[in-house]
């Protein structure tokens, strides 16, 4: 069951970085989506403030996408060395990364879907994993840890 779990992190954290690989491959579409969103906001911003924002969106919103797979992975090998404590980690970081997957959900351009696709694949893989992650089979392995 711990196994699952573990393999399901690796998975969400493949998913995600998936989805930020499609997203960044449409950059043009990605870019024209978040300047006309930035343009409806304040109409009088000029052309360089508009492509500040824009840059500022992408790097925030997808680079936690894949912060949070990096997280995701190493709490993944921190569980499966028995560090009990890094299933809490896990459930922090599972939590925050529905909330940035829905986020960037809003942000991708979505061209082919293949961000969002992936996008949400990440969010059911992270919803799984920390359900196994807490089932008793795996708090039983985890608790016969010296940690």
Known sequence: MLQLSIGLW????????????AALSDMDALRDGLADAARTVDATATAGAVDDAVRATILLVLGA???????????????H?????ARWMLLGT???????????QS????????????LVAQAGLVVLAVVL???????????????
Do not use: K, M, N
């Not at 060395?81 to 404590?85: D, K, L, V």
């Open 10 to 21: 690796f998975a969400a954290s493949l998913a995600g970085l998936i989805g930020v690989g």
């Open 65 to 79: 996408i894949v912060l949070l797979a990096l997280l995701g992975v190493a709490g993944a090998a921190l569980v």
């Open 81 to 85: 060395r028995r560090r009990s404590w």
């Open 94 to 104: 599972g939590l925050v990364t529905l909330f940035a997957v829905d986020v960037a």
């Open 107 to 118: 942000t991708v351009a979505g061209g082919e879907d293949l961000d969002r696709i992936g």
């Open 133 to 147: 992650l807490f089932a008793p089979p795996a708090r039983r392995w985890l608790r016969g840890s010296s940690d």
